[in-house]
């Protein structure tokens, strides 16, 4: 065989070898994306519909907050921390704040300035302490967000968890704050 043979077989099979992997990677990104418009992802743990947003306690709490949060106002439960914080770009200082809960945010309605548009300004965050706010990593903890609170310049109060509460007080605390 001549050596021009040779070397266009040699051309022939590199050719054909690219025109392989291009086709295979066409066919990955098809089936990636048939996977994202059908909406299934492959998933590595299971995971658990909550059955209730709220422990009872918070539950019962929360309607009774309701009763005394005047018009202008909403609470939002379970709310996390970093919806009130314009967050640094330091990694660092995000991961201080990620994942950490506040029980209540109370939100005053506000009139943008273009008609009719409305949102939501931070007024109050409201923890309720049961127990396990005596435990050493959960001091630790709220110190660490009555100290960003009082950074941010946004009023936090901590209510003991209880079965029945002074809702007058409760009413006249939360008002002085967010009048």
Do not use: W
């Not at 392989?20 to 995971?47: G, M, P, Q, S």
């Not at 914080?85 to 990620?98: G, M, Q, T, Y």
């Not at 009555?146 to 901590?158: D, G, S, Y």
Request: charged share 25%; hydrophobic share 45%; aromatic share 10%.
């Amino acid at each position: 065989m001549p050596p021009e043979s040779v070397k266009d077989i040699f051309i022939a099979v590199i050719v054909i070898g690219i025109a392989a992997l291009i086709t295979a990677a066409a066919v990955f990104i098809y089936k990636r994306r048939i996977k994202k418009r059908e909406n299934i992802a492959e998933l590595d743990y299971h995971y658990n519909l909550k059955p209730l947003l709220m422990t009872k306690a918070e539950a019962y709490f929360y309607f009774r907050l309701t009763e005394i949060i005047p018009s202008g106002f909403i609470i939002v439960p379970q709310m996390p921390f970093s919806s009130v914080i314009d967050r640094p770009s330091l990694a660092a200082a995000n991961s201080k704040i990620d994942r950490k809960i506040i029980d209540y945010g109370i939100f005053k309605e506000v009139k943008l300035d273009v008609f009719p548009y409305r949102s939501l300004a931070p007024a109050l965050l409201i923890e309720l302490d049961d127990e396990s706010h005596n435990e050493s990593h959960r001091i630790r903890r709220d110190g660490f967000v009555n100290a960003v609170c009082r950074q941010i310049n946004l009023p936090i109060i901590h209510v003991q968890k209880r079965d029945d509460y002074n809702m007058g007080a409760l009413r006249r605390e939360i008002m002085s704050i967010i009048k």
